[in-house]
T-cell receptor, first 114, second 112 residues
Framework: EAGVTQSPTHLIKTRGQQATLRCSPISGHTSVYWYQQALGLGLQFLLWYDEGEERNRGNFPPRFSGRQFPNYSSELNVNALELEDSALYLC?????????????FGPGTRLTVT | AQSVSQHNHHVILSEAASLELGCNYSYGGTVNLFWYVQYPGQHLQLLLKYFSGDPLVKGIKGFEAEFIKSKFSFNLRKPSVQWSDTAEYFCAVNPGSYIPTFGRGTSLIVHP
């Protein structure tokens, strides 16, 4: 069974540009989550999508947005990039909502903003 | 707001030493608890989880964790670590249907 996949692996952007990150969940999983993992800060929750709808978002500005497609894949968009957006962005999927099911994580996209 | 504290940010042990990583959370209601592990160069993966029942939970690779409700704790333990246990360990707490909150992680280095 294929795991969660993310692309690209690495992304280098300059301040003010936009970044688009992509995620494909495990087959059969309808929920997709996005996290930001900055050095020493653990995982900060960004967004949760389920059945094509945004269900919840973390404490991040509106320039962090995304969507979920009918095939349950998802993309994360970060507009007006700032230096502090440099981090590893992780995508995770689960069978249903976050209530009790564990999340399966992808390898992440390393975003570097210069 | 809910928070998760992992008290040990960096732990260095020799092989065969015992391990205990602390995890405390602030939420007062019913919670689901998880420990995830991230080995060097690999994805985050589930180590063990607690939903209900026996508060002593056993996971993969000889790890176990004990849920102590009165102390709001879910500490991870392993009686004898191996070099291959070198990794980053994350505790996560999920209050029912809400989004899980992760701790900042503990970096474990095991010397052979």
């Amino acid at each position: 069974e294929a795991g969660v996949t993310q692309s690209p692996t690495h992304l280098i952007k300059t301040r003010g540009q936009q970044a688009t990150l992509r995620c494909s969940p495990i087959s059969g999983h309808t929920s997709v989550y996005w996290y930001q993992q900055a050095l020493g800060l653990g995982l900060q929750f960004l967004l949760w999508y389920d059945e094509g709808e945004e269900r919840n978002r973390g404490n991040f500005p509106p320039r962090f947005s995304g969507r979920q497609f009918p095939n349950y894949s998802s993309e994360l968009n970060v507009n007006a990039l700032e230096l502090e957006d440099s981090a590893l962005y992780l995508c995770a999927s689960s069978l249903e909502g976050p209530g009790g099911y564990e999340q399966y994580f992808g390898p992440g996209t390393r975003l570097t903003v210069t | 707001a809910q928070s998760v504290s992992q008290h040990n940010h960096h732990v260095i042990l020799s092989e065969a030493a015992s391990l205990e990583l602390g995890c405390n959370y602030s939420y007062g209601g019913t919670v689901n608890l998880f420990w995830y592990v991230q080995y060097p160069g690999q994805h985050l993966q589930l180590l063990l989880k607690y939903f209900s029942g026996d508060p002593l939970v056993k996971g993969i690779k000889g790890f176990e964790a004990e849920f102590i409700k009165s102390k709001f704790s879910f500490n991870l333990r392993k009686p004898s670590v191996q070099w291959s246990d070198t990794a980053e360990y994350f505790c996560a707490v999920n209050p029912g249907s809400y989004i899980p909150t992760f701790g900042r992680g503990t970096s474990l280095i095991v010397h052979p």
